[in-house]
């Protein structure tokens, strides 16, 4: 926590490393981690983290890029966390996102859902009612 203390009072990184004596690299990864997850706790070592995205979260990712087509895979992450649909620890990756869009599963609504078809003129949604 001194290595967040100091930079919280303007300490640089490279004064700390020195004043503290530890690397500079360390100091770094501290105060990433600190201002990217708000603890200094470390993470898992390796490996992957095992998530499940849930049927709530593909919803709103597919109607986010449905109103806003042009979106990018890193806005919705962002606004998944803005919409309090995620908070940051368990938001889906920008590749978990893209995976999403790109395999057109059926927007499930209430009563209806969008069909996506493909063939070789392109592809077409029509609006089919349960």
Same mark, same amino acid.
């Given at each position: 926590?001194?290595?967040?203390?100091?930079?919280?009072?303007?300490? /640089? !990184?490279?004064?700390?490393?020195?004043?503290? /004596?530890?690397?500079?690299?360390?100091?770094?990864?501290?105060?990433? $981690?600190?201002?990217?997850?708000?603890?200094?706790?470390?993470?898992?070592?390796?490996?992957?983290?095992?998530?499940?995205?849930? %049927?709530?979260?593909?919803?709103?990712? $597919?109607?986010?890029?449905?109103?806003? !087509?042009?979106?990018?895979?890193?806005?919705?992450?962002?606004?998944?966390?803005?919409?309090?649909?995620?908070? /940051?620890?368990?938001? %889906?990756?920008?590749?978990?996102?893209?995976?999403?869009?790109?395999? /057109?599963? %059926?927007?499930?609504?209430?009563?209806?859902?969008?069909?996506?078809?493909?063939?070789?003129?392109?592809?077409?949604?029509?609006?089919?009612?349960?």
């Amino acid at each position: 926590m001194k290595i967040v203390e100091l930079a919280h009072h303007g300490v /640089r !990184p490279c004064d700390i490393s020195r004043q503290l /004596r530890i690397s500079h690299g360390c100091v770094s990864k501290i105060l990433n $981690r600190y201002t990217e997850s708000g603890t200094i706790m470390p993470g898992a070592i390796g490996g992957s983290k095992p998530r499940v995205t849930t %049927p709530k979260v593909v919803h709103h990712i $597919r109607i986010l890029k449905s109103r806003d !087509p042009g979106m990018f895979a890193w806005e919705i992450r962002d606004r998944l966390i803005q919409d309090n649909i995620c908070d /940051r620890y368990n938001v %889906p990756s920008v590749s978990s996102i893209s995976r999403i869009l790109r395999t /057109r599963a %059926p927007l499930a609504n209430t009563s209806m859902f969008l069909h996506y078809s493909e063939n070789i003129f392109g592809v077409f949604v029509s609006l089919i009612n349960d």
